[in-house]
Nanobody, 120 residues
């Protein structure tokens, strides 16, 4: 069974920074494609950033230039560096990844989320 665990959320002031981590555990070979979503109360789930197995990244317009997605394949971990945070970035952030298992099977996995609150 594959588990994704997000961490790194917390309370920060506007303009501050956080780095979120999404770590995969289980019989993992590697993380293929991965994305970060966020969901705030009363709002739709929003795609924040994605990274391909080859390392190509994409971002929502609202975070372009402020957020950076990256990966450490040796640690089976995907990161989201968030700079210049704004109150509207407040949400629960979820990691979603296609994970390749040892033996070649793939698993489509979600983490349970980490809360990011941007407030003064």
């Amino acid at each position: 069974q594959v588990h994704l665990v997000e961490s790194g959320g917390g309370l920060v002031q506007p303009g501050g920074s956080l780095r979120l981590s999404c770590a995969a555990s289980g019989s993992i070979s590697r993380i293929n494609d991965a994305v970060w979503f966020r969901q705030a109360p009363g709002k739709q789930r929003e795609l924040v950033a994605g990274i391909s197995s080859g390392g190509s990244s994409t971002y929502a317009d609202s975070v372009q230039g402020r957020f950076t997605i990256s990966r450490d394949n040796a640690k089976n971990t995907v990161y989201l560096q968030m700079n210049s945070l704004r109150p509207e970035d407040t949400a629960v952030y979820f990691c979603h990844a296609v994970v390749e298992m040892i033996g070649g099977l793939r698993s489509d996995s979600w983490g349970q989320g980490t809360q990011v609150t941007v407030s003064s």
